[in-house]
């Protein structure tokens, strides 16, 4: 099947999987058996079928079209034989458009995969177990929710419930060994708040779904994640612009965010748990301080909506004791994330099995402590020398512009503190009411007699014509289009968890909960490059490379500097073709990997 002709519109996601072999016993879900692999003193027999080398490769599930895919993936080390794969599905009437592994219950002969599809349902399968009985469909009849899946994802620490949202604006908790009802669920409610309510399936005995999620008004919840240090804060972003933090346990929310305008699509935690990265339809990159409750940057450098942001784990630099978020809990050694952390004169990892070597010498890019690359990218360095950096965060960003962006969060933008006394003379005009917001959020009213000046008067009639919410609103080298799309675009909600809104989201604009542009740090990214010739859907950052996929069909692998193999050529597939290292992805029928020269370290 040649990439881009797909009969549908979903975006390829792909989801990774590492088995931990440290585990004491290989156990599989209570609901289903696996078969065991047959031990030697503790390891694979030679004669296991099983074995096949030191150390396990992952493995990849992707999606496309109305197909989806599982093979094993040795990252920048081999290529993956793309004629045997693990498991591949082809769908009829229904396509896949979401999928995740469990990663608690995975071994080396079993793993849970949950797919979304864009009629509403979700099935759980197992790649390694291909009979029929091992499948399981949950929203089969559509009387749960007949909207797309938008996002799916396990519940840490609860190994049998997992999370489907939908286009709908609704989030379900679903338990993996519980029915769906026959008929249409009924509802009670159990909790609500300021624009979410949850309710509970009303039943004598436990039916699916456990728990319903309303939130926001109206529009998609496009993505949801918990937070990789407390796992009982969940994030959420939506079509109506808003990232909500929620506490999934109590079902309280926490604290919100607005985009500067239009939806938000994506979201990722930093691995301390203490920042947030969204991006969307404002083609702005902003970072959320989940710890302090503030917008701390954003970062302007894509020319189309952002489709996927990811924290670089292994290149994140932490003073130790600040991988602490509000609740105090610090970052396990178990997490397997490779966080910088701060200690004395040296620079170590907080795992041992994610340690990271320098720059290999021989491509002329070696970085030694307290240099930096031509690209401005700090790499570590003496906690005491004169050229200490502190705290810096390594994210990136990908877009429907085609382009990968890498940015850099560090100690003089986290410090800064919101600036909103640059514009103290100027005022935004409400579009509803005789009503001035001042730069600070402070509102006051205007009486009908009172007199002004020409600009005043020139307000006025821009507050009639209903062009006076963002008429001022122009982002840094934007263009007429931007600036009309600003003053035209509004999402549906109100009032915050501090109840400071009474209902118009135009007050927002300049409080805490969305800034100006002048009022806080924007920054630019380190490099923008683009990649691909479709928007792109994917990236996720791993120990030795990186991973992109597009709207075309290529899932590409880029090797961080000095962690390739320059001797890897693309295998032929199934479609005959064969890619050169320099001309490489995955798909289903070709797989190598990219050389990238990025600061990645």
């Known amino acids: 099947m040649q990439p881009g002709n797909a009969m549908c519109c979903a975006p390829v996601r792909v989801s990774f999987l590492s088995v931990n072999t440290n585990k004491p016993e290989w156990t599989t879900s209570p609901s289903r058996s696996a078969p065991t692999p047959t031990l030697m003193n503790g390891c694979l027999a030679d004669d296991d079928p099983l074995r096949e080398a030191e150390v396990i490769p992952d493995r990849i599930c992707f999606n496309m079209g109305r197909e989806i895919y599982v093979y094993l993936y040795r990252g920048t080390t081999a290529a993956a034989d793309l004629t045997h794969p693990i498991d591949k599905r082809v769908y009829k009437g229904t396509f ?34 291909k009979e029929y009985q091992m499948s399981r469909l949950y929203n089969e009849e559509r009387l749960i929710d007949k909207t797309p899946v938008t996002c799916i994802r396990w519940v840490p620490g609860h190994p ?36 979410y309510s949850v309710w509970s399936c009303k039943s004598k005995t436990a039916r699916n779904p456990v728990y319903k ?74 970072v959320y301080s989940f ?37 105090g809990g610090g970052m396990s050694d178990d997490e397997g994330v490779g966080v910088k952390t701060r200690r004395g004169n040296s620079t170590v ?20 402590p307290g240099t930096s690359t031509p690209n401005g990218s700090i790499h570590n360095t003496s906690a005491n020398g004169p050229h200490s950096i502190g705290v810096s965060y390594r994210l990136g960003s990908v877009g429907h512009d ?48 009172s007199t002004g000046t020409g600009k005043d008067s020139k307000r006025k ?11 001022a609103v122009k982002l840094g080298g934007g263009s007429e289009r931007r600036n009309r799309d600003a003053a035209s675009s509004s999402s549906s909600g109100g009032d915050g968890v501090d109840g400071i809104f009474g209902g118009e989201e135009s007050k927002l604009l300049g409080s805490r909960f969305c800034p100006r542009m002048s009022e806080l740090p924007v920054i630019e990214p380190l490099i923008c490059k683009k990649i691909a010739h479709e928007r792109l859907t994917v ?62 370290e």
């Not at 509403?120 to 390694?128: A, E, K, M, R, Y």
């Not at 962690?563 to 890619?579: I, T």
């Open 96 to 129: 896949p458009t979401c999928h995740d592994f469990n990663r608690e219950t995975a071994t080396m002969t079993s793993c849970s995969l949950l797919i979304g599809f864009s009629a509403g349902q979700v099935q759980l399968i197992d790649p390694f177990q």
């Open 160 to 195: 049998s419930h997992f999370l489907a949202s939908h286009s709908s604006g609704c989030l379900y908790v679903y338990h993996e060994d519980v029915v769906c009802a026959a008929v249409a669920p009924v509802y009670q409610l159990v909790k609500q708040g300021d624009k």
């Open 213 to 286: 999620w309303h939130i926001g008004k109206s529009g998609a919840i496009h993505q949801f994640e918990f937070s990789p240090v407390d796992q009982n804060i969940l994030a959420t972003v939506g079509h109506d612009g808003y990232l909500r933090i929620f506490n999934y346990q109590s079902m309280e929310l926490l604290t919100f965010m607005k985009s500067y305008f239009g939806g938000l699509l994506c979201l990722s935690w930093s691995p301390d748990g203490a920042l947030i990265a969204t991006g969307g339809e404002d083609d702005l990159l902003t």
């Open 291 to 327: 710890s302090e409750r503030r917008v701390v940057c954003r970062g302007l450098g894509h020319k189309s909506w952002i489709s996927q942001v990811s924290f670089d784990a292994y290149s994140c630099v932490l003073e130790e004791g600040s991988a602490a978020g509000p609740s």
């Open 349 to 368: 990892l907080s795992s041992a099995s994610t340690s990271i070597s320098r720059l290999s010498s021989a491509s002329g890019n070696l970085c030694q």
């Open 402 to 449: 085609t382009q990968l962006c890498l940015w850099d969060v560090t100690d003089d933008v986290l410090k800064q503190p919101l600036n909103s006394q640059r514009h103290r003379n100027s005022t935004l005009i409400a579009p509803l009411g005789d009503l001035q917001i001042s730069p600070d959020g402070a509102a006051s009213s205007i009486s009908p007699g």
């Open 461 to 471: 009639k821009l507050q009639r014509k209903g062009l006076a919410a963002f008429a």
């Open 539 to 600: 990236l996720e950052f791993r120990k030795d490379c990186f991973v992109t996929a597009c709207q075309e069909g290529f899932i590409c692998t880029w090797a961080r500097p000095g962690k390739g193999a320059p001797s890897m050529v693309g295998r032929d597939g199934p479609a005959g073709g064969s890619l050169s290292p320099n001309e490489s992805s995955i798909a289903p029928s070709t797989y190598a990997v990219r050389h990238l020269p990025l600061p990645l």
